[in-house]
């Protein structure tokens, strides 16, 4: 070998050895590096949008998704819609500013709209309170008590037409469409309600009379007529399904909202069978779902044909589709960006075991979204911190209430005792103390309350939640969105980020 050749050779190894070196040292480039805001993140006045997106740039985020619609109203000075904007936005053109600020720094902005999901008393469930999702009692979800508390929102019905759906939800779309150069349109709750009881809904009068038919449970031609096999020749009862179409009970016209809604859920296409009517239920929600965000697209794309859309939706789009009609590997014909919400707070266990089940599920989803040109995982800072943060929150609680003796705090100061002795050895005293004589209860919580204000980073270490984006980078996924820009500010984490999207490019 001369020289030449052996130069060459040296130089055809090392690029061999280059390619065959474990993703972990040299992964691809993050391409997609986001985050969600609300509208409070970037004030109101040209000057603090202009901050705000000037603070998005220097953590080389690349996409900011801005909640427009929320279950309250729209941000936005609306034409069409104008009662339902929120006050501080009738007169501040936060898109047009926002778009504009984030373009000059070559940011995409994703405009965010809750879907289904409306305040008890926005304007819409107010004003049109019979395009609400009704329970099997007729009740709306605003009448639900969630863990001790009002439910607070009404969910609205995705099937009924007209209703909520087409008569409000996609015009408000279009019209944010048709005002504004928005890079692409965000779904949020797109979906049924889940934190309630996921079978409980719609059972509105559209859909007490729509599902049936969508299934087709009896013959419109002869409504009257069972139409049934001539004989129940084959040894399994379900067997004779494809001559049967007459499911309804002859006297169903008789049966209450109640009656009707058992039916539906837990019915059985033949008398006496198998309790199967439940999987033409949640069919039914997850093809409405998705017929919305078909009609979405088909009506942006009309307006905007360069537009795009992405979509926050739950981990895992079997467990979904059963339980919120959210199907997301369906969503891919009208979606760009699958943005699955894999945050803390939907895992259980420690943040180890997060990381791994993290890991896991991203691999899953490679898969659940194979169809979709994108797919960027959402992480949220909720959560990371718990550890550090609730045993604090217990604290707190425990010295605001007077009657409550000092040694019940033990368990709690026991969690965190050696996290805050090297950070703040003045609080870890008082706090031995009180434990110790119970006194200067007033002293003690003030000293708690300043240090729970203010988490300072060596107790609460960025790099925590820099092991949950690497444990993401490290699947190879495309993009990263975190949920969010307001959660990164109170935690402290916007440089970390930025440290982490500067590297990652
Ligand atoms: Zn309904």
Redesign the pocket.
């Known amino acids: 070998m001369n020289t030449y050749q052996k130069r060459t050779a040296v130089l055809l190894l090392s690029f061999f050895v280059y390619l065959s070196l474990p993703a972990r040292i040299f992964p691809a480039p993050l391409k997609g590096r986001g985050v969600w805001a609300n509208p409070r993140d970037a004030g109101q006045t040209e000057a603090s949008v202009a901050a705000f997106a000037e603070q998005l740039a220097a953590a080389h985020i690349n996409t900011v998704i801005m909640e427009f619609k929320s279950s309250g109203g729209l941000s936005w000075p609306s034409r069409k819609f104008p009662e339902a904007v929120l006050p501080a936005y009738r007169n501040f053109d936060l898109p047009a500013i926002l778009i504009r600020e984030c373009h000059k720094r070559s940011i995409a902005v994703h405009a965010w709209f809750f879907d289904f999901a409306e305040g008890a008393d926005s304007f819409v469930a107010k004003t049109h309170p019979e395009w609400r999702?009704?329970s099997p009692a007729g009740k709306p979800t605003s009448d639900e008590i969630l863990r001790g508390s009002p439910y607070r929102m009404s969910w609205m019905?995705?099937?009924?037409r007209p209703?909520y759906t087409d008569q409000w939800l996609i015009p408000v779309i279009a019209e944010f469409v048709e005002m504004y150069e928005v890079d692409a349109i965000h779904h949020d709750y797109v979906r049924y309600p889940g934190d309630l009881a996921p079978d409980t809904?719609?059972?509105?009068?559209?859909?007490?009379q729509?599902l049936p038919e969508y299934a087709y449970y009896l013959s419109p031609t002869f409504p009257e007529k069972p139409l049934l096999p001539a004989a129940f020749d084959r040894p399994h009862l379900e067997a004779h399904w494809e001559k049967s179409s007459r499911i309804l009970p002859s006297n169903w016209d008789q049966y209450s909202r109640e009656m009707k809604s058992r039916f539906l859920l837990t019915g059985s296409s033949f008398p006496g069978g198998n309790h199967d009517l439940d999987y033409f239920f949640y069919e039914y929600r997850i093809h409405y779902v998705l017929e919305f965000v078909r009609q979405v697209y088909e009506t942006v794309k009309k307006i905007r044909p360069n537009i795009e859309v992405s979509a926050a939706v739950f981990k895992n789009p079997l467990q979904s589709g059963r339980f919120i009609g959210q199907d997301w590997r369906r969503f891919a014909p009208w979606v760009h960006y699958a943005m699955p919400m894999d945050y803390r707070s939907h895992f259980s266990g420690d943040h180890e075991t997060y990381l791994a089940l993290l890991a896991e599920t991203v691999r899953l989803q490679k898969a659940w979204a194979q169809d979709f040109a994108h797919l960027w995982i959402g992480v949220a800072t909720i959560g990371i911190y718990d550890e550090e943060r609730q045993p604090l929150q217990r604290l707190m609680r425990l010295m605001r209430d007077e009657s409550s003796p000092p040694a019940a705090l033990s368990a709690d100061f026991g969690l965190v005792a050696n996290k805050i002795r090297p950070v703040n050895p003045e609080l870890h005293a008082a706090l031995a103390k009180f434990l110790e004589n119970g006194q200067d209860r007033a002293a003690v919580r003030q000293k708690l309350e300043e240090f729970l204000a203010n988490l300072p980073a060596s107790y609460v270490p960025p790099e925590k939640f820099v092991r949950t984006l690497q444990a993401v980078r490290d699947q190879q996924a495309e993009g990263i969105v975190i949920f969010s820009a307001g959660g990164l500010r109170s935690a402290g984490l916007w440089e970390a980020v930025g440290k982490f999207f500067s590297s990652s490019q």
């Open positions: 999702a009704l019905c995705p099937a009924r209703g809904y719609c059972f509105c009068d559209y859909c007490l729509h």
